[in-house]
């Protein structure tokens, strides 16, 4: 969808790596794996499969290799 942009891996690394670097303690990736809302609650429908590194058919995207290392730095250094 044009409403929609791409987010390819290094905009995440990049976009974490910023926040990070500028005081961010937490991070959250807000739906890291995609599904269905109950009820049409969700604002583009049912669904909710845009982006999220995991797919709801469990598939990895390329973004979740990104994630899951930037998640081994934190980890690491705390």
Same mark, same amino acid.
């Given at each position: 969808?044009?409403? $929609? +942009? *791409?987010? &390819? +891996?290094?905009?995440?690394?990049?976009?974490? !790596?910023?926040?990070?670097?500028?005081?961010?303690?937490?991070?959250?990736? &807000?739906?890291?794996?995609?599904?269905?809302?109950?009820?049409?609650?969700?604002?583009?429908? !049912? !669904?909710?499969?845009?982006?999220? +590194?995991?797919?709801?058919?469990?598939?990895? $995207? +390329?973004?979740?290799? *990104?994630? !899951?290392?930037?998640?081994?730095?934190? *980890?690491?250094?705390?």
């Amino acid at each position: 969808m044009a409403d $929609r +942009p *791409k987010l &390819y +891996p290094q905009d995440l690394d990049l976009n974490t !790596r910023t926040c990070v670097a500028h005081g961010m303690n937490a991070l959250n990736y &807000y739906m890291f794996v995609a599904g269905e809302n109950y009820e049409e609650i969700g604002l583009f429908g !049912r !669904r909710h499969e845009w982006q999220a +590194p995991i797919d709801s058919n469990g598939d990895l $995207r +390329p973004n979740y290799d *990104k994630a !899951r290392h930037l998640g081994s730095v934190f *980890k690491t250094v705390g």
